[in-house]
């Protein structure tokens, strides 16, 4: 099975600021790579599918890279409501596996 | 509007089975692959299971092949989860998915005696 490792586990932030999350594959898994965003009590929310597009609806400010082993989910000019928990997940081969999951909180 | 409700949750003892449904509407149900993804309470997200399309593949994560059956039937849109030999574990929110864009909204299953 492909492990998913995602840094930091949590991280703390302010309005406005930059964040990055990085996901590291176990192997390769090319251009596989989706991001969620799940807030308490509800299902995950598709943000980037395929490494790097931008699901309909979600805003331009989030956006991803990377490809291969190492994967990066950036946030820029964080807005309150994007406090959140943020899980990858490799969509190359089964098992689908996820990424244990970064909160982030409010500083 | 595509729309994925689960139900079949609910609190069952160890060593007992469960059966959670999803049913689809919105799309062509018979086109797509399926899958279920758990989380405990507190923890991650957990892929355990997906059917293909036409529900002759099946696939299995290690912590419940053996126990748990994934099946559908495609003139009712209905993807299906069987666990059997439920253990304290075992408890989590089930998620069907079609994934990666869409999401039910999760369904309860509580192993307790």
Not at chain 1, 14 to 40: E, F, H, M
Not at chain 1, 49 to 72: H, I, K, M, N
Not at chain 2, 49 to 63: H, K
Request: hydrophobic share 30%; charged share 15%; with cysteine.
């Amino acid at each position: 099975d492909i492990q998913m490792t995602q840094s930091p586990s949590s991280l703390s932030a302010s309005v406005g600021d930059r964040v990055t999350i990085t996901c590291r594959a176990s192997q390769s898994i090319r251009s596989y790579l989706n991001w969620y965003q799940q807030k308490p009590g509800k299902a995950p929310k598709l943000l980037i599918y395929t490494a790097f597009d931008l699901q309909s609806g979600v805003p331009s400010r989030f956006s991803g890279s990377g490809s291969g082993t190492e994967f990066t989910l950036t946030i820029n000019n964080l807005q309150p409501e994007d406090f959140a928990t943020y899980y990858c997940q490799q969509s190359f081969s089964n098992p689908r596996t996820f990424g244990q999951g970064t909160k982030v909180e409010i500083k | 509007e595509v729309q994925l409700l689960e139900s079949g949750g609910g609190l069952v003892q160890p060593g007992g089975s469960q059966r959670l449904s999803c049913v689809a509407s919105g799309f062509a149900f018979d086109g797509y692959a399926m899958t279920w993804v758990r989380q405990s309470p507190g923890k991650g997200l957990e892929w355990i299971s997906a059917i293909s399309a036409g529900g002759l593949s099946a696939y299995y994560a290690d912590s419940v092949r053996g126990r748990f059956t994934i099946s559908r039937d495609n003139s009712k849109n209905t993807l299906y989860l069987q666990m059997n030999s439920l253990r304290t574990d075992d408890t989590a929110v089930y998620y069907c998915a079609r994934e990666p864009h869409f999401w039910g909204q999760g369904t309860l299953v509580a192993v307790s005696s």
